[in-house]
Structure formats: C-alpha cells, structure tokens
C-alpha cells in the first residue's frame, strides 16, 4: 500500500516558479516508478511528467519540457517537481502517483489528493 501526499501548490504570476512535493509513506520508495499529472478546469487529467524507480530516467510531456523537473529524493521517500516559466494554461490540480512500471500512462495504481496550481496573467 503506498499513500501520497502532495504540497506546494498556490498562485503565482506568469513567468514564475513554484516547487510541488509529494510525500510517499512506503516500505520501499525505490520500488516505484512515479509521476505528476494535471487536471485543467473543465478538461480530463493529463500526463506531465514521470520518473523510473532509480530515478535514472525521466520523460515530460510536450508542453512542460524544458521549464519542469521532476527528481526524487529515496531517502527522504519525496519526489518534487520544480515548475519554471509558468504559464496560465499550467494552471490545474497536480496530483503524484505511484507505479511499479515506469510510463506516461494515466493507470498508475496510487494518487494523491492533488495541490492546486492558479498562473494569473
């Protein structure tokens, strides 16, 4: 069984940063794949951005790449994704999930609650 919980979230102006966190009580943190993903207003949950199990390999959605980060820390059981350059069309709730099959697939088996993320223009 693995629970997440995600942080970070608020409003920011267009062009600026905010770091989300994702708190994973697990026995084993390294045994799962994990990734972010976004729910705009009105439109279905979308893929942005996933990282392997040792952290070695990480894929992004076309519309992040080159401002977001997604890392983990195994010994603090956290991943982060770092946003930059943010736009108004970021603007969403981010939810963190857990696999143990790394990919951009929306069937991860275990979700967080989500942290909303408002860019004003």
């Given at each position: 069984?693995?629970?997440?919980?995600?942080?970070?979230?608020?409003?920011?102006?267009?062009?600026?940063?905010?770091?989300?966190?994702?708190?994973?009580?697990?026995?084993?943190?390294?045994?799962?794949?994990?990734?972010?993903?976004?729910?705009?207003?009105?439109?279905?949950?979308?893929?942005?951005?996933?990282?392997?199990?040792?952290?070695?390999?990480?894929?992004?959605?076309?519309?992040?790449?080159?401002?977001?980060?997604?890392?983990?820390?195994?010994?603090?059981?956290?991943?982060?994704?770092?946003?930059?350059?943010?736009?108004?069309?970021?603007?969403?709730?981010?939810?963190?999930?857990?696999?143990?099959i790394y990919g951009t697939r929306l069937s991860?088996?275990?979700?967080?609650?989500?942290?909303?993320?408002?860019?004003?223009?």
């Amino acid at each position: 069984q693995v629970q997440l919980v995600e942080s970070g979230g608020g409003l920011v102006q267009a062009g600026g940063s905010l770091r989300l966190s994702c708190a994973a009580s697990v026995r084993t943190f390294s045994d799962y794949a994990m990734g972010w993903f976004r729910q705009p207003p009105g439109k279905e949950r979308e893929f942005v951005a996933a990282i392997s199990r040792s952290g070695s390999s990480t894929v992004y959605a076309d519309s992040v790449k080159g401002r977001f980060t997604i890392s983990r820390d195994i010994g603090k059981n956290t991943l982060y994704l770092q946003m930059n350059s943010l736009k108004p069309e970021d603007t969403a709730v981010y939810f963190c999930a857990a696999d143990r099959i790394y990919g951009t697939r929306l069937s991860y088996d275990y979700w967080g609650q989500g942290t909303q993320v408002t860019v004003s223009s």
